[in-house]
């Protein structure tokens, strides 16, 4: 059985450059030829003969720091300069685009580096190449336009409210990116956006009430506004994966949940759905406290020692 051949790193990594320089081509329409199976089995067995070469020849680190930097160099040459060059709902188009791109890509080349991403990040608890690019969005792209992005969605939500027709599905795909920056966590989307749009939808009905509605109007028109915001969605708001009641009890998020009182204890019974989640939270911690104190009493009857 011969040896396979030493790929040595500038040159393993040379032809790593050549597959995603086709992928790049792909992305940005310049060519419809997708990659055969034949070129991804030697994209994905270079990284894998890189990766499993004995020492000092394993490139894993090497890879994965040039994984990294590709990608922080692609955003800054590509990604962010093509977004800076546009404003208002023309950004944001392009950077719904961008965004989807860089999924593809990543998708891409997660299959190409799969061995690299399983085996030494985990070995090394590195944060996997999913966050690396995540990441290096965040940081390179979303932290420079949120402002405007914000403040163009909201100018668009002002429209429609005048009568406008806009693209709503534009405003879901941005909107999906202030979630899924977060990786998570809704912090991103509260404090980058939602926050602004409270403030400017409290500022567009006080206009109106100050106009042309009597000031008692505007009382009533709060209480519409909060009942079907809070008391019509009570249920999915309090449910919600990673932002609910539930989620923010099991995750002991203080902050938040003196959030959700503040909002909740000015609706008349609107703590009532809170306190049915926190309820059942404390019944389900305090059984499963009282399963292991069971469990762990019988274990210590039916434990032996092994001494005489």
Request: with cysteine.
């Amino acid at each position: 059985m011969t040896d396979r051949k030493t790929i040595d790193l500038d040159q393993g990594w040379a032809y790593m450059q050549n597959g995603i320089k086709k992928l790049k081509t792909i992305l940005e329409g310049s060519s419809k030829t997708q990659f055969s199976s034949e070129e991804y089995m030697m994209l994905y067995t270079t990284i894998y003969n890189m990766c499993t070469q004995k020492p000092p020849l394993d490139y894993s680190q090497d890879l994965y720091d040039r994984y990294k930097g590709f990608f922080e160099e692609y955003i800054r040459s590509t990604v962010l300069s093509s977004v800076r060059d546009k404003h208002d709902e023309f950004m944001l188009r392009e950077l719904v685009q961008r965004w989807v791109n860089h999924k593809v890509l990543v998708r891409w080349l997660s299959r190409f580096f799969h061995y690299l991403d399983r085996y030494f990040v985990v070995r090394r608890s590195l944060p996997p190449l999913n966050e690396v690019w995540l990441s290096a969005f965040r940081d390179l792209v979303y932290m420079e336009v949120r402002a405007n992005a914000s403040k163009a969605v909201i100018t668009l939500i002002d429209k429609e409210r005048e009568g406008e027709q806009i693209d709503r599905s534009l405003l879901k795909n941005i909107l999906d990116i202030f979630v899924e920056i977060g990786m998570g966590d809704m912090k991103h989307y509260e404090n980058d956006f939602e926050v602004q749009m409270l403030e400017d939808t409290a500022d567009y009905y006080r206009k109106r009430v100050s106009h042309y509605l009597h000031a008692s109007t505007e009382q009533k028109l709060v209480e519409k506004v909060q009942h079907e915001l809070l008391v019509s969605r009570a249920n999915q708001l309090l449910e919600k994966e990673h932002s609910g009641c539930r989620a923010l009890l099991r995750d002991d998020k203080v902050d938040y949940l003196s959030r959700m009182y503040r909002l909740y204890h000015k609706i008349p019974k609107g703590l009532d759905a809170v306190a049915n989640v926190f309820k059942q939270h404390i019944t389900d911690e305090g059984t499963t406290l009282v399963q292991l104190t069971e469990e762990s009493s019988c274990n210590k009857k039916n434990y032996k020692p092994c001494y005489p």
